[in-house]
């Protein structure tokens, strides 16, 4: 095992990663958000270093609405590490269709926080392929980071997304504190993307 792979193994231990096909039902309360902002920041930079050497499984992804900005003589662009997003790719699909921003998608997934709670996922119980009915959404009805991971996903692709407090709810606290829903302010987000249909603007969106 070469130093990079050891470095992500013990960093995965570090977040508790799970798979695809597992979300942990505990809705006790958890209490250890103290320094969060702090440590969730440390969590995506330390996430960031990974994807950025190890581009044969990691893609690093700048915020989609920033894809394609130009600057002139007076104002150059410069993005921070806050505007990217992290993704390793688990599996690629197939179909060579990408995603484009009016589209509609139906995706399986799961989203963690880095203590590896799972505060929200697409289906009940126990993930399987055969009875989880996947989410529906626009491509851009989703928090920036998840858009731009969708943006550059084909049919088929499944991908362990990192995306920083600034890509998903920022500064504001998401649900009631003490439920399974909660997402305190500054979370660096995981999610599990699994995407199983895309859809073009005016087509009827199905779900098998």
């Not at 096909?21 to 996430?47: G, H, I, L, M, P």
């Not at 960031?48 to 003589?73: C, E, F, H, M, P």
């Not at 392929?129 to 989703?142: D, I, Q």
Request: with cysteine; hydrophobic share 35%; glycine share 6%.
């Amino acid at each position: 095992m070469n130093l990079k792979n050891l470095k992500y193994y013990m960093f995965a231990g570090m977040m508790a990663m799970v798979s695809l096909t597992s979300c942990s039902e505990d809705t006790d309360e958890d209490t250890t958000y103290a320094n969060w902002q702090e440590r969730n920041v440390k969590a995506f930079s330390d996430t960031l270093k990974i994807a950025r050497n190890n581009t044969a499984d990691w893609k690093v992804l700048l915020k989609y609405s920033y894809v394609g900005q130009t600057s002139n003589s007076t104002n150059k662009l410069v993005y921070n590490d806050e505007d990217y997003i992290a993704a390793r790719v688990l599996k690629s699909g197939t179909d060579t269709m990408r995603v484009m921003s009016t589209d509609s998608v139906v995706v399986h997934y799961a989203g963690y926080l880095i203590n590896g709670h799972c505060f929200n996922k697409s289906w009940t119980g126990k993930f399987s392929e055969l009875t989880a009915r996947p989410s529906k959404n626009s491509v851009l009805g989703f928090i920036d980071g998840f858009s731009t991971a969708l943006l550059s996903m084909h049919k088929g692709d499944e991908w362990e997304v990192y995306i920083p407090y600034s890509l998903a709810y920022g500064t504001s606290d998401q649900g009631t504190k003490g439920t399974s829903a909660y997402i305190p302010a500054y979370s660096t987000l995981k999610f599990n993307i699994k995407l199983v249909g895309i859809f073009r603007a005016g087509e009827k969106v199905y779900i098998k």
